[in-house]
C-alpha cells in the first residue's frame, strides 16, 4: 500500500510539473490579424495586459466568474477585469512575491487568496482586504468556499469546516452562521454573535492559534473531519454536502452542517485500488464527474451516495471534465475529445475517420470554449482545432501556440487566449452578441451576480478628497471634459470615461455633452459631483486613484 501511495504521489508531481513548465514558458504573442478573425468569424472584444515582472512572472491561474476574469499571478498580482470590457475593476498584489502555491477561490462577496502560509479574503467590489488568517496547519490543496463556510484540506488528510465572518453593508463585522441551527426549508442561517473576541482566533484547530500576521474577525471551526484520502484537489461543495476525491481514487462526503449526521459514502466501487486520479473532477448539482487513469469517467451522485454510470474512454482522462446543462466534454490521453450525454453517459458523436467510425474528435486534446455551433480546443502542438458541436467534425486550425496559457471558460461562450507577458484577449462568434450560459438549471443556486459597477468604492486618499467640503459658484455652460479638467487642476483628482461602456448603450461623444456645474456651499465634492453627472445620465466608481464614468441606467432628469 505505501508503495503505491509513493506510486501515486510520484505520478502526480511529475504529471503536474511537465504541465506547469509548459504554462511558465515566456512569450510575446500578436494581436490576432482582422484577416484570421474574418476567417474564424470572430469578432476581437478587448484586450488588456495583466502587470508582470518580467520573464519569471507570468500567470498562475485564470477564472471566469459570471461576469468577472480573476487573474492570479505567479508573483502574487490579482487583477479582477469585467468580462464583457476588459476594463480593470481593481487590482492589488499582497504578501510576499513568488509564495503562490494554490488557485484563487471565490463566492459572491470575497476572493480568498494563499499566500506562503497565509489566507487573505479580498472584498470582491474592490479588492480591499477584509481579513487575513496565519494557517496553523498545512493544507494541501485550494480552499473551497460557499456563501457562509470556508473549507480546508489537511496535508494530514483532514478536512476543516469553518464559518466565515458575516459583515453588514457598511463593512461593520456581524456574527457568524450558526450551522447547527441551519434551516434546510428555507435555506437560511441563524447569525451567532460570539461573546468572545472575533479576531482572536486564526485558523489553527490542531496547532494553537495563528501568528501575529492575522488580522480582522477570524473564521470560526465548525466541524473537522479525519479521511483516509490523499487530498490534492479542491473540494467539491453542494448546498448541504461538501466531498473529496483522493488521488487513489476513492470519495468522501460530508454533511456541512453541524447538525446533521455525517455521511460517509463507501468507496467508489467504479475505481480499482490501483488506478490513481490525475485531474480534478467536476460537479454538476450534486453529482461528481470523476476521470481517472483506469481509462475512465465516473458520475457519482453524492446525495445518494451510488455510482450512475462509467464510461469507458480506453486511456487515462488527463483534463478537467467540461460540464454543460446536457453534455460532458472529456478527454483520453490517446484516444482525443468526446462528448457525452450527461444524463446517460452514451456518446452523443460517431465521427468518420477514414476507414473506421469513432466516438472520439482525436485531433482535440482539450476544450477551452464553445458556443451553440462550435468548440474551440487544443491540440498538443498547441494549435487550436474548432470543431462542429453537434457532430464532433473538424473545421478549422489556427495557431496559437504562444498564448502559452490556457484559459478554459466552463462559465459561457467567451473565447479568451493569455500569454504570461500579461496578455489576455477575449473573442466571441459575430453570431452571440450576448454571453450563452453553459449552465443555466443551476443558476438558482449559484451566488448572486457581482455588479461591476456599483457606489464608488475610492483608495484611501482619493476616498479623503471626495469627502473634502467645498464652495463653488454655479458654473456657465461647457463640455463635459473640459469641465473635468478643471476639476482635476482644482482637486488633483483623475478622471477617466469608460468609452466602450457608452458605446455599448449607443451613446456617442459623452466627453462633449454640454453641462453646467452647480453652486456648492460646504458640500462635500462627491456630492457635488453626482449633481454634475446625474442629469446626463453617468455614474462614477473611484478605482484606485481614477474615478471611472460609466452610464447609468436612466438620466435622472428622464425619470
Avoid at 75 to 98: A, D, M, Q, R
Avoid at 307 to 317: A, C, F, K, M
Avoid at 318 to 337: A, C, Q, S, W, Y
Avoid at 435 to 461: C, E, G, R, W
Amino acid at each position: 500500500m505505501r508503495i503505491f501511495i509513493l506510486t501515486c504521489a510520484l505520478f502526480f508531481i511529475a504529471f503536474n510539473a511537465k504541465s506547469a513548465d509548459n504554462l511558465r514558458i515566456f512569450s510575446q504573442p500578436e494581436i490576432p490579424s482582422q484577416e484570421v478573425l474574418d476567417r474564424l468569424n470572430l469578432k476581437m472584444m478587448w484586450r488588456a495586459f495583466s502587470p508582470m515582472e518580467g520573464k519569471r512572472d507570468g500567470y498562475h491561474d485564470v477564472q471566469i466568474s459570471e461576469n468577472q476574469i480573476i487573474a492570479q499571478t505567479r508573483s502574487g498580482t490579482i487583477v479582477v477585469f469585467n468580462s464583457e470590457t476588459g476594463e480593470v475593476i481593481w487590482k492589488t498584489n499582497f504578501g510576499k512575491p513568488y509564495q503562490v502555491f494554490y488557485n484563487l477561490a471565490f463566492n459572491d462577496k470575497f476572493v480568498f487568496a494563499v499566500n506562503e502560509n497565509d489566507l487573505y479574503a479580498l472584498d470582491r467590489k474592490n479588492g480591499s482586504i477584509a481579513w487575513q488568517s496565519s494557517f496553523g496547519l498545512s493544507i494541501s490543496a485550494p480552499p473551497s468556499v460557499d456563501k457562509h463556510h470556508l473549507f480546508l484540506s489537511g496535508s494530514n488528510g483532514r478536512i476543516y469546516c469553518y464559518a466565515l465572518p458575516l459583515f453588514k453593508k457598511n463593512g461593520q463585522f456581524s456574527g457568524y452562521e450558526k450551522s447547527d441551527f441551519f434551516n434546510r426549508i428555507t435555506k437560511k442561517a441563524i447569525v451567532d454573535v460570539p461573546d468572545d473576541n472575533p479576531e482572536s482566533n486564526a485558523l489553527a484547530p490542531a496547532y494553537g492559534v495563528g501568528s501575529t500576521r492575522s488580522r480582522g474577525p477570524q473564521p470560526k471551526l465548525i466541524w473537522e473531519f479525519q479521511t483516509r484520502l490523499i487530498l490534492n484537489y479542491p473540494l467539491l461543495v453542494t448546498e448541504e454536502i461538501v466531498s473529496a476525491v483522493g488521488i487513489k481514487g476513492d470519495l468522501v462526503a460530508l454533511n456541512i452542517h453541524s447538525d446533521l449526521g455525517h455521511t460517509t459514502l463507501e468507496t467508489n466501487p467504479g475505481y480499482s485500488a490501483d488506478k490513481a486520479v490525475i485531474v480534478p473532477p467536476s460537479r454538476y448539482e450534486s453529482i461528481a464527474y470523476i476521470g481517472s487513469m483506469d481509462a475512465c469517467l465516473h458520475a457519482f451522485d453524492l446525495q445518494a451516495g451510488k455510482l450512475l454510470w462509467r464510461y469507458t474512454i480506453g486511456s487515462t482522462v488527463h483534463h478537467r471534465p467540461f460540464v454543460t446543462d446536457n453534455e460532458i466534454f472529456v478527454t483520453g490521453e490517446k484516444n482525443g475529445l468526446v462528448k457525452l450525454s450527461r444524463e446517460t453517459g452514451l456518446p452523443m458523436w460517431n465521427i468518420n475517420n477514414g476507414n473506421r467510425f469513432t466516438s472520439a474528435q482525436e485531433k482535440s486534446d482539450r476544450i477551452i470554449a464553445a458556443n451553440s455551433k462550435f468548440l474551440y480546443t487544443l491540440d498538443r502542438s498547441g494549435k487550436m482545432v474548432i470543431i462542429d458541436r453537434t457532430n464532433g467534425a473538424y473545421l478549422t486550425t489556427w495557431d496559437v501556440h504562444d498564448f502559452v496559457f490556457p484559459v478554459v471558460n466552463r462559465t459561457n461562450d467567451r473565447l479568451f487566449l493569455a500569454a504570461n507577458n500579461g496578455l489576455i484577449i477575449c473573442m466571441r462568434d459575430r453570431d452571440f452578441t450576448k454571453p450563452m450560459l453553459h449552465i443555466k438549471k443551476s443558476l438558482s443556486t449559484t451566488p448572486d451576480s457581482v455588479p461591476t459597477i456599483d457606489a464608488p468604492v475610492p483608495n484611501d486618499i482619493l476616498k479623503k478628497i471626495l469627502e473634502t467640503k467645498i464652495k463653488e459658484e454655479e458654473g456657465v455652460e461647457k463640455p463635459l471634459q473640459e469641465l473635468l479638467d478643471e476639476i482635476t487642476k482644482k482637486y488633483n483628482v483623475k478622471f477617466e470615461i469608460n468609452k466602450k461602456a457608452f458605446a455599448a448603450m449607443m451613446i456617442l461623444d459623452a466627453d462633449k455633452k454640454p453641462v453646467k456645474a452647480p453652486a456648492a456651499d460646504n458640500i462635500p465634492l462627491a456630492v457635488w459631483l453626482t449633481g454634475i453627472l446625474d442629469p446626463l445620465g453617468i455614474t462614477y466608481q473611484g478605482v484606485v486613484d481614477t474615478i471611472l464614468l460609466f452610464p447609468a441606467e436612466k438620466p435622472i432628469k428622464d425619470k
